[in-house]
């Protein structure tokens, strides 16, 4: 987690200029401790890339008393920061000197808050955590906990609250030691199985140079300073008999007052007698390092489970557990997956079968969904890191939404290729039915080939024809793959294709059709056409019968409107052929985008170079170069743009004349632009923001 933390002034103020680099470093040692627990089931680096402290509030950053207000603004504001080389950091955390509080602008005793599940977004991977000594360490994983999804320990779950663990609802832990639930365990895992996870996966570039505190903090900051620090200035180490009981709990004595305690432990190495110090809840000797770390280790594999499909390809799994020991005593989670997955049933379904997607959005049929019934199809434009979710559309209604966060194991991640989703993630598979492979087919179509059983077919079509006929260019036998058919200048011509039958796929019956797939052939075509480009069609093959390719000539013929067209394909023989030596694309650095969020684009500029001699190359026409060029365009800034609140329109006033009512609909959804609203949780949008759902009306005074 490449962590960016941020020092409100009110630490500079509370710890001063030349101690807080120490201080936040200290802390940040105990937040990577505990993420490195093995109770937490995985294995989870902290890496702090930038340390800001703020001397003064920057400009569009608002940081007061009202938690929500202040975590909205630095979420805001920290989403614009960018490191060495550009790169973004995943997360952001925020520490605060102010005594913050949830819902108001004063102060009250709330320590921390984040959006659940904001890990790797732009706009929600952010915390805000108050300054209440070294205990911050705590508020710090709690609050990180539920940017990964984690909820509040016997909040709609089966942990108890009371156990103490990290992600109860208050922090006191248990004895001194601090765990991470089962519950929060299994959360985690969840989030980590999202494509939102993924910015997770890159190793740091940009660490921050920061010299680490050497020593435990304990031995930093003595108890008398971590009282001040939790109960005010004049607070100290209660003198009573509770020093040996403070690696459990840290008890404080302020004048006028009896010895009090949050519960927190005194922080590791803090001296808890003579030669005594505290590790990991106890006091034991000087030099000692408390209980012995107990290391986790696997227990034995499962059993295979069923297959997820029949067939087409579906997805079965064995598992194993962290259980032969568990991790004791911050002993380390056990290395390596504690799952296994396999293909299986990987004959192709019958021809007409129901696509896999389909039968899961049918599924909801028959289940009201906010009162009506629809019928649902699959929707698939989506972003790549949202194709493993079930999203279906409505027939008949401009209208989709996320009917589970994931498909079923085997679902295809898309029509076009053999990647198949596997707990919400979309996973590689090679051309030998293999997950995790890198096999794929040479040019035409074996496995793990190296092209020496194919031989290439080009050539070029020049003739100049009359107005209002379809003329033959090439025929392409069965069993073709990679063919291309380029046009090499614009003109008033358009491709077709047929069968040996005439039966015509494309453009035929004197009807131009629009660029798009076309599914004939035993192949999917892509026929792209535009105003001011000439026309292409490739298809990947293998086709399954002798197609046509014609052109259909247009409108009043001029003396130089030839038709030009460029082909080639590939087919399969019992001998090898010499592969020709193309030209290159050479291309330019891509262009700014085009938006800040929701989807933007970029563009480049492409030239076709031709080698001249060993060392100088020259600039060629573009038609010359292959016909699969690299791309012109990309997406960019494709995270979704922060979602704003909706309303319907009012309905009528519920009383003809005196005070009415008057309702209409609000609700959250995303704001990127040309896509179908979709409506999200109203969590997502600023609360304090939201429109009035209801107004008192008057349409006339009555008699």
Same mark, same amino acid.
């Given at each position: 987690?490449?962590?960016?933390?941020?020092?409100?002034?009110?630490?500079?103020?509370?710890?001063?200029?030349?101690?807080?680099?120490?201080?936040?470093?200290?802390?940040?040692?105990?937040?990577?401790?505990?993420?490195?627990?093995?109770?937490?089931?995985?294995?989870? *680096?902290? !890496?702090?890339?930038?340390?800001?402290?703020?001397?003064?509030?920057?400009?569009?950053?608002?940081?007061?008393?009202?938690?929500?207000?202040?975590?909205?603004?630095?979420?805001?504001?920290?989403?614009?920061?960018?490191?060495?080389?550009?790169?973004?950091?995943?997360?952001?955390?925020?520490?605060?000197?102010?005594?913050? @509080?949830?819902?108001?602008?004063? $102060?009250?005793?709330?320590?921390?808050?984040?959006?659940?599940?904001?890990?790797?977004?732009?706009?929600?991977?952010?915390?805000?955590?108050?300054?209440?000594?070294?205990?911050?360490?705590?508020?710090?994983?709690?609050?990180?906990?539920? *940017?990964?999804?984690?909820?509040?320990?016997?909040?709609?779950?089966?942990?108890?609250?009371?156990?103490?663990?990290?992600?109860?609802?208050?922090?006191?832990?248990?004895?001194?030691?601090?765990?991470?639930?089962?519950?929060?365990?299994?959360?985690?895992?969840?989030?980590?199985?999202?494509?939102?996870?993924?910015?997770?996966?890159?190793? $740091?570039?940009?660490?921050?140079?920061?010299?680490?505190?050497?020593?435990?903090?304990?031995?930093?900051?003595?108890?008398?300073?971590?009282?001040?620090?939790?109960?005010?200035? %004049?607070?100290?180490?209660?003198?009573?008999?509770?020093?040996?009981?403070?690696?459990?709990?840290?008890?404080?004595?302020?004048?006028?007052?009896?010895?009090?305690?949050?519960?927190?432990?005194?922080?590791?190495?803090?001296? =808890?007698?003579?030669? &005594?110090?505290?590790?990991?809840?106890? @006091?034991?000797?000087?030099?000692?390092?408390?209980?012995?770390?107990?290391?986790?280790?696997?227990?034995?594999?499962?059993?295979?489970?069923?297959? #997820?499909?029949?067939?087409?390809?579906?997805?079965?799994?064995?598992?194993?557990?962290?259980?032969?020991?568990?991790?004791?005593?911050?002993?380390?989670?056990?290395?390596?997956?504690?799952?296994?997955?396999?293909?299986?049933?990987?004959?192709?379904?019958?021809?007409?079968?129901?696509?896999?997607?389909?039968?899961?959005?049918?599924?909801?049929?028959?289940?009201?969904?906010?009162?009506?019934? /629809?019928?649902? %199809?699959? /929707?698939?434009?989506?972003?790549?890191?949202?194709? =493993?979710?079930?999203?279906?559309?409505?027939?008949?209604?401009?209208?989709f939404f996320a009917m589970s966060s994931k498909v079923k194991?085997?679902? +295809?991640?898309?029509?076009?290729?053999?990647?198949?989703?596997?707990?919400?993630?979309?996973?590689?598979?090679?051309?030998?039915?293999?997950?995790?492979?890198?096999?794929?087919?040479?040019?035409?179509?074996?496995?793990?080939?190296?092209?020496?059983?194919?031989?290439?077919?080009?050539?070029? /079509?020049?003739?100049?024809?009359?107005?209002?006929?379809?003329?033959? &260019?090439?025929?392409?036998?069965?069993?073709?793959?990679?063919?291309?058919?380029?046009?090499?200048?614009?003109?008033?011509?358009?491709?077709?294709?047929?069968?040996?039958?005439?039966?015509?796929?494309?453009?035929?019956?004197?009807?131009?059709?629009?660029?798009?797939?076309?599914?004939?052939?035993?192949?999917?075509?892509?026929?792209?056409?535009?105003?001011?480009?000439?026309?292409?069609?490739?298809?990947?093959?293998?086709?399954?019968e002798t197609l046509v390719f014609e052109i259909k000539c247009?409108?009043?013929?001029? %003396?130089?409107?030839?038709?030009?067209?460029?082909?080639?394909?590939?087919?399969?023989?019992?001998?090898?052929?010499?592969? +020709?030596?193309?030209?290159?694309?050479?291309?330019?650095?891509?262009?700014? @985008?085009?938006?800040?969020?929701?989807?933007?684009?970029?563009?480049?500029?492409?030239?076709?170079?031709?080698?001249?001699?060993?060392?100088?190359?020259?600039? !060629?026409?573009? #038609?010359?170069?292959?016909?699969?060029? $690299?791309?012109?365009?990309?997406? @960019?800034?494709?995270?979704?743009?922060?979602?704003?609140?909706?309303?319907?329109?009012? #309905?009528?006033?519920?009383?003809?004349?005196?005070?009415?009512?008057?309702?209409?609909?609000?609700?959250? #959804?995303?704001?990127?632009?040309?896509?179908?609203?979709?409506v999200v949780p109203d969590s997502m949008c600023r609360q304090?923001?939201?429109?009035?759902?209801?107004?008192?009306?008057?349409?006339?005074? =009555?008699?």
């Amino acid at each position: 987690v490449e962590t960016l933390v941020v020092a409100d002034r009110k630490m500079l103020e509370k710890h001063g200029r030349d101690n807080v680099t120490t201080y936040v470093l200290t802390v940040m040692n105990m937040v990577s401790s505990l993420f490195k627990d093995g109770t937490i089931g995985t294995d989870i *680096n902290i !890496v702090v890339v930038g340390l800001l402290l703020l001397e003064e509030d920057p400009l569009g950053l608002t940081i007061s008393h009202h938690a929500d207000q202040s975590l909205n603004s630095f979420c805001q504001w920290q989403s614009g920061l960018l490191g060495k080389g550009g790169k973004r950091h995943d997360h952001a955390v925020l520490l605060t000197g102010l005594d913050i @509080c949830s819902w108001k602008n004063e $102060p009250c005793d709330t320590l921390g808050f984040a959006p659940i599940s904001g890990m790797c977004s732009k706009y929600r991977s952010c915390t805000i955590n108050e300054d209440t000594g070294l205990g911050l360490a705590f508020t710090i994983a709690h609050e990180s906990g539920h *940017n990964f999804g984690m909820i509040h320990d016997g909040e709609g779950n089966p942990c108890r609250k009371t156990e103490g663990n990290i992600m109860s609802p208050t922090l006191a832990g248990n004895n001194g030691v601090f765990f991470w639930s089962t519950c929060s365990r299994q959360y985690l895992s969840r989030f980590l199985g999202t494509n939102q996870a993924s910015c997770l996966v890159d190793e $740091p570039k940009q660490i921050g140079q920061y010299k680490y505190p050497e020593k435990l903090p304990g031995q930093l900051y003595d108890a008398d300073t971590q009282c001040k620090w939790q109960f005010g200035s %004049k607070a100290k180490l209660c003198s009573l008999d509770f020093v040996k009981d403070i690696c459990k709990s840290l008890w404080c004595h302020r004048a006028g007052h009896r010895c009090e305690t949050k519960f927190m432990p005194a922080a590791e190495g803090t001296t =808890c007698g003579p030669d &005594m110090w505290c590790r990991r809840g106890q @006091c034991v000797k000087f030099g000692e390092h408390g209980p012995k770390a107990v290391h986790g280790q696997w227990s034995a594999w499962s059993q295979w489970s069923d297959c #997820s499909r029949t067939c087409g390809g579906g997805v079965m799994y064995r598992e194993r557990s962290c259980t032969s020991p568990r991790p004791q005593n911050n002993g380390k989670f056990c290395p390596g997956s504690s799952r296994f997955n396999q293909l299986c049933n990987t004959r192709p379904c019958p021809p007409h079968a129901v696509d896999f997607r389909a039968q899961q959005c049918a599924e909801h049929n028959s289940k009201p969904f906010r009162g009506w019934y /629809y019928k649902w %199809k699959p /929707y698939t434009k989506v972003d790549d890191e949202d194709i =493993c979710k079930l999203y279906c559309i409505a027939e008949d209604f401009d209208f989709f939404f996320a009917m589970s966060s994931k498909v079923k194991d085997g679902t +295809p991640c898309s029509k076009s290729e053999k990647n198949v989703c596997i707990e919400g993630v979309c996973e590689a598979v090679g051309c030998d039915q293999v997950l995790g492979s890198q096999a794929s087919l040479d040019a035409c179509g074996i496995c793990k080939g190296d092209n020496s059983t194919c031989k290439f077919f080009k050539g070029q /079509y020049t003739l100049q024809h009359r107005a209002n006929e379809y003329y033959t &260019m090439v025929i392409i036998p069965a069993g073709a793959r990679s063919v291309h058919v380029q046009e090499m200048e614009v003109s008033t011509s358009y491709l077709a294709v047929r069968s040996m039958k005439k039966k015509y796929y494309l453009t035929g019956d004197w009807t131009v059709d629009w660029p798009g797939k076309f599914h004939f052939g035993g192949t999917t075509f892509d026929y792209q056409r535009s105003f001011n480009k000439p026309e292409s069609l490739y298809a990947a093959g293998p086709t399954n019968e002798t197609l046509v390719f014609e052109i259909k000539c247009c409108g009043y013929v001029l %003396k130089d409107d030839i038709s030009r067209m460029w082909w080639e394909k590939l087919l399969m023989e019992h001998f090898s052929a010499v592969v +020709p030596q193309f030209k290159h694309w050479a291309p330019a650095d891509w262009g700014p @985008c085009s938006r800040s969020c929701g989807a933007g684009q970029q563009t480049r500029l492409l030239r076709c170079l031709r080698k001249v001699t060993y060392q100088r190359e020259e600039v !060629v026409a573009h #038609s010359l170069c292959p016909i699969i060029s $690299p791309a012109q365009v990309q997406p @960019c800034q494709t995270q979704t743009c922060p979602p704003e609140w909706s309303t319907g329109s009012w #309905s009528q006033c519920s009383k003809t004349c005196g005070r009415g009512l008057r309702k209409r609909s609000v609700f959250c #959804s995303s704001t990127d632009p040309g896509v179908t609203a979709v409506v999200v949780p109203d969590s997502m949008c600023r609360q304090h923001h939201k429109p009035k759902a209801h107004e008192t009306c008057v349409l006339r005074r =009555c008699p």
